[in-house]
């Protein structure tokens, strides 16, 4: 399952003149992400390639639902290739977790 969705218009922190006031102003764009289900993440610790539509390399991931008991992890190791706008590489720290992931 791959779902797109946009999420309301950010909201950027804008310091006006004086320490002490600070305004918040909308930044005139949306935030854009993509949910992406991943049903097994096979073996802990192994990369996994995860597909995806965003259409530009993904910012960050956040962990939204897992189907498995107890604490599920994604991490990056730091010989793991970069992102690009068609697919990450991410790796899970428990075997065979069904996670849905967040790409923003």
Request: glycine share 10%.
């Amino acid at each position: 399952m791959t779902e797109r969705f946009v999420t309301g218009p950010l909201l950027r922190f804008m310091p006006t003149g004086d320490a002490g006031d600070r305004n918040w102003q909308e930044a005139g764009r949306y935030l854009v992400s993509e949910l992406v289900e991943v049903a097994d993440t096979g073996a802990a610790d192994t990369a996994l390639v995860v597909a995806h539509g965003l259409g530009r390399v993904p910012r960050g991931v956040r962990l939204v639902n897992q189907g498995t008991s107890g604490v599920t992890n994604w991490y990056r190791d730091v010989g793991d290739v970069d992102w690009t706008y068609r697919e990450i590489v991410v790796r899970f720290d428990v075997a065979n977790a069904h996670v849905l992931l967040e790409l923003i």
